[in-house]
């Protein structure tokens, strides 16, 4: 659980998994003050060893390793990744599987996306580059989280004004732009958004 007040990210046990009416405990904390003052988002790598966490405060996604998985306790700090140049005001972050795409939610005034990004290698903030993003803000102008079903074909926005899952389909896995084609020799890759409609 993230605690946006305390900056820290708190770890419970459950007796039986998934299951919030078995016993619940708490275990431990791991605070990110040093990096993030008012957190809003957080996800880790398919097994744990990987922690990232955004806010809007700092506009950036914070990498932190794990020596155990899932285990707060052993998490320590490794780079940031600044996401300022898109947008001013995030609320969480997400990875495709192979955590080679990381998609950014933002809001701030008229810019209600998700901004999605490349990674040379696999959950390594470091190795990040902004591809491209996709308007939400018909739907939902305060987004607060995002998430993809495990194929990357699905995506559900949940905000505080719409109050509503809004989910979404992508025609490419983890990919905003899926019309790609070739004319005399030049690629064209054709982005459809709810404002700009078609540009290329």
Known sequence: VL???????NEYTLSTGFNLASTVAYIDSFSVAGQELKPTGFTFNTDGTKMFVCGWKGNDINEYILTTGFDVSTASFVDSFSVVAQNADIRDVKFSTDGTVMFVMGRAST???VYRYTLTT???V???????SFYIGSEETAGNSIAFSTNGLKM????????SVNEYTLSTAWDFSPVTTTVDGIE???LASKRSRIED
């Not at 605690?3 to 990210?9: P, S």
């Not at 470091?126 to 491209?132: G, I, K, L, P």
């Not at 559900?156 to 109050?163: A, K, Q």
């Open 3 to 9: 605690d946006e007040v305390n900056d820290r990210v």
């Open 111 to 113: 810019t209600d996306s």
């Open 122 to 124: 696999g959950f390594d």
């Open 126 to 132: 470091s190795t990040a580059t902004f591809e491209d």
């Open 156 to 163: 559900f926005v949940l905000g505080t004004n719409s109050e």
């Open 188 to 190: 064209v890759k054709v």
